[in-house]
């Protein structure tokens, strides 16, 4: 503890690398998914090549991406742009297996009723099925960012900037303080992004919360 309380400001420094190596790829994540998980929905042959094709993906080691991606794209093994990348497959991965799912939340009436008053594909996508899956999806939302704040940590194996250096150099240095300390700040983060994933997600499905208020109210009544 004393070791992050004496470098303090450093450590905020590797913070913000750690962060924009965590949550690039979440971003790209979600820029990719989102479209390809509900062109995919309703159509069985295709997602199940693309669950398939994901779930390769994902079992993949994480090291055996950091030696594979930079002859692939030309760039230096201990390019920051090889971890974002890596991590831009994990994420991917794991959403587009998510925003299918989470689209089969949405009642069957709902839908119909939206095709009913004249609504296209795109239109009830946009403004019905994807808010309607919002509380499914951001369960999986939440595992994706912990999961990438906690993978940053690995690409310190190939000189990479993060929290990982912490570790790596805590173990050269027989430093365990300086392991602990990457351990708080990791947790921490993971905490308070998994709750601010939580949260916006609350806020952005506010019907969710008069349901609960509903049957609250029924119970007691």
């Known amino acids: 503890m004393r070791y992050l309380i004496d470098n303090f400001a450093d450590i905020m420094a590797i913070t913000r690398t750690h962060l924009v190596l965590a949550l690039v790829p979440l971003l790209l994540g979600l820029v990719v998914a989102i479209p390809v998980g509900a062109l995919v929905h309703g159509h069985g042959w295709a997602r199940k090549l693309t669950t398939t094709v994901s779930s390769v993906a994902y079992t993949i080691p994480s090291l055996a991406l950091f030696v594979i991606i930079p002859p692939l794209v030309g760039i230096s093994a201990i390019d920051p742009l090889n971890v974002i990348i890596a991590l831009t497959v994990y994420s991917t991965a794991l959403l587009l297996i ?36 919002l509380p499914v999806f951001t369960s999986t939302l939440r595992v994706v960012v912990v999961t990438n704040i906690a993978m940053v940590s690995v690409g310190a194996l190939i000189g990479v900037g993060g929290l990982g250096k912490l570790f790596t150099q805590g173990y050269q240095r027989d430093y365990p303080d300086q392991i602990v300390a990457g351990i708080i700040v990791t947790l921490a983060l993971a905490l308070i992004f998994d709750r601010l994933v939580f949260l916006l997600g609350r806020l952005a499905t506010p019907w969710t919360r008069a349901d609960t208020r509903v049957g609250r109210l029924g119970a007691r009544a």
């Open 98 to 133: 998510a925003v299918p799912t989470a689209l089969d939340t949405v009642p069957a009436g709902v839908v119909d009723a939206a095709d009913a008053i004249g609504f296209g594909r795109l239109r009830r996508t946009l403004t019905v099925d994807l808010p309607l899956a």
